[in-house]
């Protein structure tokens, strides 16, 4: 097995104890690396993109924030009067979460995480729908969802249409056909000396999510759409 490395929970506990320029390093296959502030995963609701805003606002009942990282959005719905549960496969990342004050951490992987209840929304931001990490795993992923969904419940979930990234300066497009599907990315993470394991990362296109949900007995619906390809969708049971 190979063993947890946690970059990206040393960050969130180094901010969290005062080192206010923290910052972490995301190597990609498809881009230069790129280096995200830690201060921007403590942000506050005035802070945050108005995809998270919005997606903080449709919640309903009680909420499963997925890869809560920094609980930031589970902070918001907690001070807002909501029951929710915050889960990351990082214990240096829940002890953060608990230290900020929220009541319900849980630390496990999303796939083995056996909840002993169902949920009225599923929250899935900053690109969360990417834990399933590939294409051919998206069947699995929203069977898994299905399980943690109370009837009529929700599924609250971000993603990014990536295409533009692989754009020509005379506006063509030019793909790998052998590689697989262009949201398909690999990710690695990095702060300070600690250096996380590679692991498989997915965005989708709207179209692609909408067929796929659908196979899994999901509707689809378009909740809002950015500049560059982001998106906030709706999911419930068909």
């Given at each position: 097995m190979i063993p947890f490395s946690d970059p990206m929970g040393e960050a969130l506990e180094a901010?969290?104890?005062?080192?206010?320029?923290?910052?972490?390093?995301?190597?990609?296959n498809i881009a230069e690396d790129d280096i995200i502030p830690v201060t921007y995963l403590f942000r506050g609701f005035e802070q945050m993109p108005e995809l998270e805003q919005l997606a903080l606002q449709?919640?309903?009942?009680?909420?499963?924030?997925?890869?809560?990282?920094?609980?930031?959005?589970?902070?918001?719905?907690?001070?807002?009067?909501?029951?929710?549960?915050?889960l990351d496969i990082s214990p240096k990342a829940v002890a953060?979460?608990?230290?900020?004050?929220?009541?319900?951490?849980?630390?496990?992987?999303?796939?083995?995480?056996?909840?002993?209840?169902?949920?009225?929304?599923?929250?899935?931001?900053?690109?969360?729908?990417?834990?399933?990490?590939?294409?051919?795993?998206?069947?699995?992923?929203f069977a898994h969802l299905k399980t943690m969904l109370k009837p009529?419940?929700?599924?609250?979930?971000?993603?990014?249409?990536?295409?533009?990234?692989?754009?020509?300066?005379?506006?063509?497009?030019?793909?790998?056909?052998?590689?697989?599907?262009?949201?398909?990315?690999?990710?690695q993470m990095a702060f300070q000396n600690s250096r996380g394991n590679a692991f498989p990362w997915l965005f989708v296109d709207f179209a692609l999510l909408s067929d796929s949900a659908a196979e899994a007995g999901f509707k689809t619906e378009g909740l809002f759409e950015g500049e560059n390809g982001e998106y906030l969708a709706k999911l419930t049971l068909a």
């Open positions: 901010f969290q104890n005062g080192k206010t320029d923290a910052a972490i390093t995301v190597i990609s449709e919640c309903t009942g009680h909420v499963l924030d997925l890869g809560a990282g920094a609980g930031s959005h589970a902070l918001w719905l907690q001070q807002n009067g909501f029951n929710v549960t915050a953060v979460m608990q230290k900020r004050g929220i009541k319900n951490v849980v630390q496990a992987d999303f796939w083995n995480f056996r909840p002993t209840e169902q949920f009225d929304t599923i929250l899935l931001l900053m690109n969360g729908i990417g834990l399933a990490g590939k294409i051919l795993k998206l069947p699995v992923f009529g419940g929700q599924i609250l979930l971000e993603s990014s249409d990536i295409l533009y990234m692989f754009e020509e300066e005379d506006g063509s497009v030019v793909l790998d056909l052998n590689s697989g599907y262009y949201g398909e990315v690999e990710y």
